[in-house]
Structures are given as C-alpha cells and as structure tokens.
T-cell receptor, first 115, second 111 residues
Framework: GAVVSQHPSWVICKSGTSVKIECRSL??????MFWYRQFPKQSLMLMAT?????????EQGVEKDKFLINHASLTLSTLTVTSAHPEDSSFYIC???????????FGSGTRLTVV | RKEVEQDPGPFNVPEGATVAFNCTYS??????FFWYRQDCRKEPKLLMS???SGNEDGRFTAQLNRASQYISLLIRDSKLSDSATYLC????????????FGKGTHLIIQP
C-alpha cells in the first residue's frame, strides 16, 4: 500500500533554532500534502495544505512565516519550524491522499520538543 | 461549537463485549467520513470509511446519518488489541480537502 515516510521521528532543539521535517511519498506521487499538529489530549489540527509547485495554503491562525512549507517535487514536502519556542512543542504529522476512496495515508509523525 | 464532537471516554469494557461510539459533525456540506484508529504516540491509521448505507468490515460496523449529522462505530466481540483511541474524521465541504478530526474516544479493553 501507499507509504509516507516522515523524518525525523523526534527532535529536541533549543529555543530560537529552526527544525525541518520531511515527508516523502515512497510509492506514489503526492500532488497534495497536508500538515497537521496535535497537542497532548487534543485532536489533530490541520495547519496547512501544500501543493506541488505552488504556495501552501495555511489555516486560520497558523503563521506562514513561522511554519515554512516547501513542496518542490511530487514525492517530497517539508515543514520548517523557524525560531522554535517551547509552545511549538507538539506532534507534527503529514498526510497525503492516496486516491483510493479518498483514503489518506499518514506519516509516522515527528515529536518536537523545544527546550 | 466544535466541528467534530466525540465522547472522549475512556470506555473500559471487558474483552468480548460490544461497544459503540458516536460522533456528530457541524458542517452539513461534509462529503466523506472516516473512522481512524490512533495508538499512543503513533500516527492515525484508517479503520474504515463510512457510507450512508452503512458498512461493515469484520467486527466493525459504521453508520452515517446525514440528516442528523451523526456517525457511529460499533465493535463486536472486542479484543485486547482493540484498545486505542478512535478518531471520527470528516472531509470536505466548501472545497476543503483536508481532514477535520474529532478529539477521539479512548477505548480500553480489559482481560
């Protein structure tokens, strides 16, 4: 089946640094990639939708200058958390639509801790 | 009002029991409906899509009532491995393609 590979699985970084998260579709082309984040005991919240070759669409309340999304190819989308702060600590997860009855495949997630 | 509402639980049920979860959604234009399962600190995995006619996959039965904007999931003969958080998920409405997740219902199957 369709696989989305997400790296890193977890990262601990210092406040003020930037962290890049990568998602690759391994056996299919992902025209659209969705980025979510999940705080403890909360639901996954859609942050942005990235389309290959064009600018990402951000959900209300998500700072586009802080969460940089690049979707330069049909198999790779990246999310960069710039100047990370402790309140950005969360579980970040990407997802792509696989085209099978509108099923979505998720990456394994990245647990970011900013200290 | 939250877009997708679920009872968070936890539901503690004995192995072999039948358990049902409910979910309501607020966007009447929503087009697709799913149940996902999420294990602790893991990514969600698709359990099943939900269709208006109702659908069954082994021990799992899902129902959708568009008029009431209500979705349900029934698990029969529950197994220890069914312990997880079950996420009610909705897609679409107004051209939006991303998924909207409920907070999830936590299920604990006890031996």
């Amino acid at each position: 089946g369709a696989v989305v590979s997400q790296h890193p699985s977890w990262v601990i970084c210092k406040s003020g640094t930037s962290v890049k998260i990568e998602c690759r579709s391994l056996d299919f082309q992902a025209t659209t990639m969705f980025w979510y984040r999940q705080f403890p005991k909360q639901s996954l919240m859609l942050m942005a939708t990235s389309n290959e070759g064009s600018k990402a669409t951000y959900e209300q309340g998500v700072e586009k200058d802080k969460f940089l999304i690049n979707h330069a190819s049909l198999t790779l989308s990246t999310l960069t958390v710039t100047s990370a702060h402790p309140e950005d600590s969360s579980f970040y997860i990407c997802s792509a639509r696989t085209g099978e009855a509108y099923g979505y495949t998720f990456g394994s997630g990245t647990r970011l801790t900013v200290v | 009002r939250k877009e997708v509402e679920q009872d968070p639980g936890p539901f503690n049920v004995p192995e072999g029991a039948t358990v049902a979860f409910n979910c309501t959604y607020s966007n009447s234009a929503s087009q697709s409906f799913f149940w996902y399962r999420q294990d602790c600190r893991k990514e969600p995995k698709l359990l099943m899509s939900v269709y208006s006619s109702g659908n069954e996959d082994g021990r799992f039965t899902a129902q959708l009532n568009r008029a009431s904007q209500y979705i349900s999931l029934l698990i029969r003969d529950s197994k220890l491995s069914d312990s997880a958080t079950y996420l009610c998920v909705v897609r679409g409405g107004g051209g939006a393609d991303g998924l909207t997740f409920g907070k999830g219902t936590h299920l604990i199957i006890q031996p």
